[in-house]
C-alpha cells in the first residue's frame, strides 16, 4: 500500500512527544512490511524532503496567512495553531497525492491535523487517538479551560474523527472517553497498541550514565502537572528518608506551567532544596530518541507517575530495556504494564504510594530482577513494530473498503487542489472583520495598531500620515478629491503601490514555503 502518515511531530527536531515516537515506530515498522511510506510533518525553522531510513519525510512550516490571523492569534490562539499547522500539512499531502495518490492517510485526533484530508474525503483515512482537546477540557490538563478557543479546537477534532473511515485507540481506556463524548459504538473503535522496535530498546547495549553503586531510578517526560512529576519529587524526601543509597535521574523539557505560569523545574528544585534532598537528584533535558535506550539500561527502576496518560511510550521503552516501571492508573498505563508482572501500578496523585511503590523494589533485588524479565518479554511479544503495523494495515485495508463505499459523504464538494485557496480566503476574511471591529471599537487597540504598523514599516507609516494631513488640510478649504494637487496624488499612488508589494511579497514568500 502507499500510506502518508501525516503527524505535526516527528523525530528529532520536532520529536516532543509520544505522537512523534509512534509515528516514526510505525514508519519504520510499515517499511519493513515493504509498504510505500512517506511522512508529512512539521519543520522547527526550515521546510525540506529529507530521507529518514528509507522513508521520505517531508517538512513543513506552519502556513503563513496573508492577513497573518494577527487578531485570531489573540482572541484563539490555540484554534489559530491548529489552522496554520493542519492547513500547511494539508497543502503538502495534496501536492503529493495529486503527482501519485495515496491509498491511505493516517492521522492523530490531536488538534485535528486530518481536518482537510476528513472534510475533504480525497483518500481513505485512520484517524489515531491520542489524547482528544475535550479530554483536556473534562479534566482541566495543562490548565484548559472551557474557553470558546479550546472549545473550537475540541469541535473541529470531533468532526475529524467522525469523519473517518476507521477511528483507533492504544488502549481501552482512551476509545471510552471518544466514545462517549462522540456518542460513538465504543466497539467502532479499533485497540491496537502502541509499537516499538524491540531491537533498538533492548537490554543489551551501550549506557549512558556512569555505572555507581547506588540504585537509580529514571523519569522520562515533561515537566508538567500531567506527567505527574510534582507528586515523583514529593516522594523522594520520603524514599531517601529509608533508603539513602539511591539516585534519581529526571530527564524532560522544563514548561511554564506551574502555578502563575512559572518554571516547573524551579518549582521542583525549590521542593527538593527545602526538604534537604536535592543531592540525590540530576536534572538533564529532552534526549533525543535514538540516545533513549542508553538511558533506560543505565536505570534500575523506570517511574511514569502520570496524572493521565493514553499510553505512555517511556513505559514501553523501559519494559523493553528490560527495566521494571512504576506506573499509575490513570489512563491506559495499566493495559500496557500489568500489575505484578512488569511492573506495578499505582493511583495516581499519590506521593506516598509512590515512595512506597519505590520502596518495595529498591529493598527487594529479586522482585526487580523478576519484573525486569517480564517486562522485556512482554515488550516482545506484545508491542514489537512489525506486529502492529501489521494490524494497522488490516485497518487500512478497512478504512479503503469504507472509503469505496462512502467517499460520496464529502463535506467539501470541490476538487480537493483548491481546498487550500479556500481555506486561506475563508479565514483571512474572519481575521479582517475581527480586526476591524476591534479598531472601530477599541481606542487602545488603534494606538497598537499604528505603533506595530510604525516599526514594521516606517517610511510607509510616515507616508501615510502625512497623506492623511494633506488630504485633510486640502479638503478643510474645499478642495474636492479630484481637484487634488499633483503632489499629493502622486504621493497616494505611491502609498498603494507599497501595500501591493507588501501583499505580494508576503503571498510569494507564502507560496515559497
Same mark, same amino acid.
Given at each position: 500500500?502507499?500510506?502518508?502518515?501525516?503527524s505535526?511531530?516527528?523525530?528529532?527536531?520536532?520529536?516532543?512527544?509520544?505522537?512523534?515516537?509512534?509515528?516514526?515506530?510505525?514508519?519504520?515498522?510499515?517499511?519493513?512490511?515493504? %509498504?510505500?511510506?512517506?511522512?508529512?510533518?512539521?519543520?522547527k525553522e526550515?521546510?525540506?524532503?529529507l530521507?529518514?531510513?528509507?522513508?521520505?519525510?517531508?517538512?513543513?512550516?506552519?502556513?503563513?496567512?496573508?492577513?497573518?490571523?494577527?487578531?485570531?492569534?489573540?482572541?484563539?490562539?490555540?484554534? =489559530?495553531?491548529?489552522?496554520?499547522?493542519?492547513?500547511?500539512?494539508?497543502?503538502?499531502?495534496a501536492?503529493?497525492?495529486?503527482?501519485? +495518490?495515496?491509498?491511505?492517510?493516517?492521522? +492523530?485526533?490531536?488538534?485535528?491535523?486530518?481536518?482537510?484530508?476528513?472534510?475533504?474525503?480525497?483518500a481513505?483515512?485512520?484517524?489515531?487517538?491520542?489524547?482528544p482537546?475535550? =479530554?483536556?477540557?473534562?479534566?482541566?490538563?495543562?490548565?484548559?479551560?472551557?474557553?470558546?478557543?479550546?472549545?473550537?479546537?475540541?469541535?473541529?477534532e470531533?468532526?475529524?474523527?467522525?469523519?473517518?473511515?476507521?477511528?483507533?485507540?492504544?488502549?481501552?481506556?482512551?476509545?471510552?472517553?471518544?466514545?462517549n463524548?462522540?456518542?460513538?459504538?465504543?466497539?467502532n473503535?479499533?485497540?491496537?497498541?502502541?509499537?516499538?522496535?524491540?531491537?533498538?530498546?533492548?537490554?543489551?547495549?551501550?549506557?549512558?550514565?556512569?555505572?555507581?553503586? =547506588?540504585?537509580?531510578?529514571?523519569?522520562?517526560g515533561?515537566? /508538567? /502537572?500531567?506527567?505527574?512529576?510534582?507528586y515523583?519529587?514529593?516522594?523522594?524526601?520520603?524514599?531517601?528518608?529509608?533508603?539513602?543509597?539511591?539516585?534519581?535521574?529526571?530527564?524532560?523539557?522544563?514548561?511554564?506551567t506551574?502555578h502563575?505560569?512559572?518554571?516547573?523545574?524551579?518549582?521542583?528544585?525549590?521542593?527538593? =532544596?527545602?526538604?534537604?534532598? /536535592?543531592? %540525590?537528584?540530576?536534572?538533564?533535558?529532552?534526549?533525543?530518541?535514538?540516545d533513549?535506550?542508553?538511558?533506560?539500561?543505565?536505570?534500575?527502576?523506570?517511574?511514569?507517575?502520570?496524572?493521565?496518560?493514553?499510553?505512555?511510550?517511556?513505559?514501553?521503552?523501559?519494559?523493553?530495556?528490560g527495566? +521494571?516501571?512504576?506506573?499509575?492508573?490513570?489512563?491506559?498505563?495499566?493495559?500496557?504494564?500489568l500489575?505484578?508482572?512488569?511492573?506495578?501500578?499505582? /493511583?495516581p496523585? !499519590?506521593?506516598?504510594?509512590?515512595?512506597?511503590?519505590l520502596l518495595?523494589?529498591?529493598? !527487594?533485588?529479586?522482585?526487580?530482577?523478576?519484573?525486569?524479565?517480564?517486562?522485556?518479554?512482554?515488550?516482545?511479544?506484545?508491542?514489537d513494530?512489525?506486529?502492529i503495523?501489521?494490524?494497522?494495515?488490516?485497518l487500512?485495508?478497512q478504512?479503503?473498503?469504507?472509503?469505496?463505499?462512502?467517499?460520496?459523504?464529502?463535506?467539501?464538494?470541490?476538487?480537493?487542489?483548491?481546498?487550500?485557496?479556500?481555506?486561506?480566503?475563508?479565514?483571512?476574511?474572519?481575521?479582517?472583520?475581527?480586526?476591524?471591529?476591534?479598531?472601530?471599537?477599541?481606542f487602545?487597540?488603534?494606538l497598537?495598531?499604528?505603533?506595530?504598523?510604525?516599526?514594521?514599516?516606517?517610511?510607509?507609516?510616515?507616508?501615510?500620515?502625512?497623506?492623511?494631513?494633506?488630504?485633510?488640510?486640502?479638503?478643510?478649504?474645499?478642495?474636492? !478629491?479630484?481637484?487634488?494637487?499633483?503632489?499629493?496624488?502622486?504621493?497616494?499612488?505611491?502609498?498603494?503601490?507599497k501595500?501591493?508589494d507588501?501583499?505580494?511579497?508576503?503571498?510569494?514568500?507564502?507560496?515559497?514555503?
Open positions: 500500500m502507499r500510506i502518508c502518515l501525516i505535526r511531530e516527528y523525530p528529532p527536531e520536532t520529536g516532543f512527544g509520544g505522537i512523534a515516537t509512534f509515528t516514526r515506530h510505525l514508519a519504520m515498522g510499515l517499511k519493513a512490511l515493504g %509498504h510505500d511510506v512517506e511522512v508529512v510533518c512539521l519543520a526550515v521546510a525540506r524532503s530521507d529518514d531510513d528509507g522513508v521520505p519525510v517531508h517538512r513543513v512550516l506552519p502556513f503563513a496567512f496573508k492577513s497573518k490571523l494577527a487578531c485570531v492569534d489573540r482572541c484563539m490562539p490555540y484554534s =489559530k495553531y491548529l489552522i496554520c499547522a493542519s492547513t500547511a500539512l494539508w497543502h503538502k499531502f501536492e503529493l497525492h495529486d503527482q501519485k +495518490p495515496f491509498d491511505v492517510v493516517d492521522s +492523530p485526533e490531536l488538534l485535528a491535523e486530518g481536518i482537510m484530508p476528513a472534510i475533504t474525503r480525497a481513505p483515512l485512520v484517524i489515531r487517538l491520542y489524547t482537546h475535550s =479530554k483536556f477540557i473534562a479534566e482541566k490538563l495543562h490548565n484548559v479551560s472551557a474557553s470558546f478557543d479550546h472549545q473550537n479546537v475540541a469541535m473541529i470531533r468532526i475529524a474523527m467522525l469523519q473517518a473511515d476507521v477511528i483507533t485507540s492504544p488502549s481501552t481506556d482512551l476509545a471510552q472517553f471518544v466514545a463524548d462522540l456518542n460513538f459504538p465504543l466497539e473503535i479499533a485497540i491496537v497498541q502502541n509499537p516499538l522496535d524491540t531491537s533498538v530498546f533492548c537490554p543489551e547495549g551501550e549506557k549512558a550514565l556512569p555505572p555507581t553503586d =547506588k540504585l537509580r531510578v529514571v523519569f522520562v515533561r515537566l /508538567e /502537572e500531567r506527567k505527574g512529576i510534582t515523583l519529587v514529593e516522594a523522594i524526601p520520603k524514599v531517601v528518608s529509608q533508603f539513602k543509597n539511591v539516585e534519581f535521574v529526571i530527564i524532560g523539557d522544563d514548561t511554564a506551574a502563575g505560569g512559572t518554571s516547573v523545574l524551579a518549582q521542583l528544585k525549590d521542593i527538593l =532544596k527545602r526538604s534537604g534532598s /536535592e543531592g %540525590h537528584v540530576t536534572f538533564i533535558d529532552r534526549i533525543a530518541l535514538s533513549l535506550p542508553k538511558y533506560y539500561r543505565s536505570a534500575d527502576i523506570s517511574i511514569v507517575p502520570s496524572v493521565y496518560d493514553n499510553s505512555p511510550y517511556t513505559a514501553l521503552e523501559a519494559m523493553s530495556c527495566r +521494571p516501571v512504576i506506573g499509575t492508573s490513570g489512563g491506559g498505563t495499566k493495559e500496557y504494564v500489575h505484578g508482572t512488569s511492573g506495578l501500578i499505582i /493511583e496523585r !499519590d506521593s506516598e504510594a509512590i515512595a512506597a511503590a518495595s523494589l529498591l529493598t !527487594d533485588e529479586k522482585e526487580r530482577q523478576r519484573l525486569s524479565e517480564r517486562a522485556r518479554k512482554r515488550a516482545v511479544e506484545a508491542f513494530h512489525k506486529a503495523a501489521a494490524q494497522t494495515v488490516k487500512y485495508e478504512a479503503a473498503s469504507h472509503f469505496a463505499a462512502t467517499y460520496k459523504r464529502s463535506l467539501y464538494r470541490h476538487d480537493f487542489r483548491r481546498t487550500t485557496q479556500d481555506a486561506v480566503t475563508y479565514l483571512d476574511a474572519l481575521d479582517k472583520s475581527l480586526y476591524d471591529l476591534l479598531y472601530q471599537q477599541s487602545r487597540f488603534r497598537s495598531h499604528w505603533w506595530h504598523f510604525l516599526k514594521a514599516r516606517p517610511r510607509l507609516f510616515l507616508g501615510k500620515v502625512a497623506h492623511r494631513f494633506l488630504r485633510t488640510l486640502y479638503k478643510s478649504v474645499g478642495t474636492k !478629491d479630484d481637484r487634488m494637487p499633483a503632489y499629493v496624488q502622486k504621493l497616494e499612488s505611491s502609498i498603494r503601490a501595500e501591493v507588501s501583499r505580494e511579497g508576503e503571498l510569494a514568500g507564502r507560496t515559497d514555503k
